[in-house]
């Protein structure tokens, strides 16, 4: 951790809590209580997520990396933010130590997984929050990145979103799996797999 921590500056204010486990999910919420009524409960949050899977074999280069930490730190950044990094793989990892055709995950070979997130849905949010992928993606040309299917990304368009979460013969083996069990469509979203024509 010392060495993570080195070159970061120095915050300008510390706390530090002890806490049990529901006063700090108190804590953490915006309310301060965890109380939800019977009936009547509209409280909702809105936000905009997207991610990155990083290919253990590539990494990230240091353009991608002064990339990512010069978006992070130019304006306009949204009020309220936060950005995941996720160690996925390494050495012994259990996540890639099975191939892809073990189940419809693409991302076996993964490094690093990011979750960007911003907690508005404003336009300014929404771009900050994709300029971060895209600005390290664009640095890292040669790469081929992906996206995590546990965050939503709502702005790609279908066929984007199975290029970024499956990718390859696993579109292909899900459309099968479609067809055999749910040929109704029953199941269905806006990035869902169909059975057959254009996504």
Not at 64 to 82: D, G, H
Request: overall charge negative; proline content about 6%; aromatic content about 10%.
């Amino acid at each position: 951790m010392p060495t993570l921590l080195r070159n970061l500056p120095e915050p300008s204010s510390t706390t530090v809590k002890a806490l049990q486990w529901v006063e700090f999910l108190e804590d953490c919420s915006d309310e301060g209580s965890l109380d939800v009524p019977t009936i009547g409960n509209e409280e909702h949050k809105n936000f905009f997520a997207t991610s990155l899977t990083v290919p253990e074999t590539k990494g990230l280069t240091r353009p991608a990396l002064e990339a990512f930490f010069e978006t992070i730190t130019t304006l306009p950044i949204p009020e309220k933010y936060f950005i995941i990094i996720n160690l996925h793989g390494g050495p012994k990892s259990a996540v890639n130590s099975r191939g892809v055709e073990f189940s419809a995950y693409a991302d076996r070979d993964s490094l690093w997984t990011f979750q960007i997130r911003a907690d508005s849905d404003t336009a300014e949010a929404r771009d900050f929050v994709k300029n971060v992928r895209e600005n390290i993606i664009q640095s890292q040309r040669e790469t081929e990145f992906g996206a995590s299917l546990s965050y939503i990304d709502a702005s790609l368009s279908r066929d984007e979103a199975w290029q970024a979460y499956y990718r390859g013969d696993i579109i292909a083996t899900l459309r099968k799996i479609k067809e055999s069990r749910d040929p109704g469509e029953v199941f269905w979203n806006p990035h869902a797999i169909t059975i057959a024509g254009e996504p």
